[in-house]
């Protein structure tokens, strides 16, 4: 990376870093564009170019999720479960990227006292779910029931994942995120019928 390279990504770590510091500190309504600017050294117009809006400063991980989604490579010819399992694996990288950041620990945090920010999680699911299965039919790789079953299947997948884990954090239990997705994963399947793999 260059040093270019290296201060866009400073930044977007100080916004990030700044809207839940905000967020912790103050509540949601204290996450503005004035405050994150004024705490990262930046002018409020420059936030924009880093996040499409507060909430995605927010949620960082929801953002790149879908980013990650939408490329990943999926062998033509795939039907909808081989294209769901490769973007379950997709998934998992990016918690596994999101864990080592330690945001997933604190955002979880987050939503068990500010219901508002659970609220902004589920309007991201829902473009994740319409963006995901417009990718699939737009691709040809899947009729639009299919691909919009995916789409729900992976937001189901992270939610539930996020969900298990507040539970665990706020009961006393330390979890690993990994391992709780792949057994939401594991019980999806089986719910279905399918053999886990």
């Known amino acids: ?53 507060l909430e995605a400063a927010m949620l960082p991980a929801e953002g790149e999720f879908s980013q990650a989604i939408m490329a990943c490579e999926i062998p033509s010819g795939a039907d909808g479960a081989g294209v769901l399992r490769v973007l379950l ?52 790789l899947l009729p639009r029931m299919e691909a919009l ?8 997948a992270w939610r539930v994942t996020w969900q298990c884990f507040g539970a665990e954090e706020r009961a006393g239990r330390p979890a690993d995120p990994l391992e709780l997705f792949d057994r939401v994963v594991a019980s999806l399947a089986a719910l279905a019928g399918e053999p886990s793999e």
């Open 1 to 53: 990376m260059g040093i270019r390279d290296e201060r866009k990504a400073a930044t977007l770590r100080g916004i990030r870093a700044a809207a839940l510091d905000l967020l912790e500190e103050q509540g949601f309504d204290a996450v503005t564009a004035g405050r994150i600017a004024r705490r990262v050294g930046i002018s409020e117009r420059t936030i924009f170019r880093y996040v499409p809006s």
């Open 89 to 140: 694996g997709a998934c998992r990288e990016i918690l596994l990227h999101e864990v080592g950041g330690n945001e997933f620990r604190r955002v979880s945090r987050l939503m068990a006292v500010e219901p508002r920010l659970l609220l902004v999680a589920t309007r991201q699911e829902q473009e994740l779910v319409a963006a995901v299965t417009e990718y699939l039919v737009g691709r040809g």
């Open 149 to 156: 079953l995916v789409g729900e299947t992976l937001a189901t």
